[in-house]
């Protein structure tokens, strides 16, 4: 929809322009967080860290120009919806950065320990999932695109399926051997993490279907996570 006022239009993109940029940083920011838990690199681990100061701002930035077009130019409809959308997303953008934040967090507490490299596969999956989903809602919200959204909203179940399989993994390399508790505990807050980012990106997919069309997503969420009632068979 064109509005006759131009610089309410040039708004309007701004606020797109300024979620893309905040989005590229939060999928540069996850990365940096997993690559540093992979390679155990403390130094990757404190920059990927300090760089969530910037998608902090950033979120700031869309909270601002936001709530001053909500005051000026006191929009309805789908305008409306559109701003308020934004700044859901902007929100869920926000803590998928504090989350990735925590996984470098882990990388930082964990990057003296010698470890299997089988034991960061199942965490390295759940990422690719997680940064696949994050990509694929962001262009959907950037186009428009519900069928798009739906189809990151569906995927959610797979994330968790993987995250089930991580725990029970991780917590038999426990039981196995207590050496490995405090390993394994951080790769379970690590893959905890990486599993809520996938939340958040169906938090997006949600606002997508509200913004485009009009009304809340009415079905149960797809969810899988079954780690709060795994039981271990013990030998």
């Known amino acids: 929809m064109e509005h006759t006022v131009k610089s309410y239009e040039a708004e309007l993109s701004q606020l797109d322009q300024k979620i893309s940029h905040m989005g590229g940083l939060v999928e540069q920011l996850l990365g940096n967080a997993f690559a540093s838990l992979e390679r155990r690199d403390p130094r990757l681990a404190s920059e990927a ?7 902090d701002l950033m979120q700031k930035e869309i909270e601002e120009l936001a709530i001053s077009m909500i005051a000026r130019r006191q929009p309805m409809a789908q305008d409306l919806r559109t701003i308020v959308s934004t700044l859901k997303v902007a929100g869920d953008l926000e803590r998928i950065g504090d989350l990735a934040k925590n ?3 882990r990388a930082l507490a964990i990057a003296p320990e010698t470890r299997p490299q089988s034991l960061i596969l199942g965490l390295r999956h759940m990422t690719e999932l997680a940064t696949a989903s994050l990509k694929n809602v962001l262009d959907a919200y950037m186009t428009r695109d519900d069928v798009k ?3 990151v909203w569906n995927s959610d179940a797979d994330l968790d399926a993987l995250y ?3 725990f029970r993994e991780l917590l038999t390399y426990m039981m196995e051997d207590p050496r490995n508790i405090g390993l394994c505990t951080h790769l379970l807050f690590g893959a905890k993490n990486i599993e809520r980012i996938g939340d958040h990106a169906t938090n997006i997919a949600e606002t997508v279907h509200y913004m485009v069309r009009g009304k809340p997503l009415e079905d149960d969420r797809p969810k899988g996570d079954k780690t709060s009632v795994t039981m271990i068979d013990t030998p």
């Open 49 to 55: 860290i300090a760089s969530d100061r910037a998608i």
């Open 103 to 105: 996984v470098a967090k």
């Open 149 to 151: 959204a739906m189809k």
């Open 164 to 166: 089930n399989s991580v």
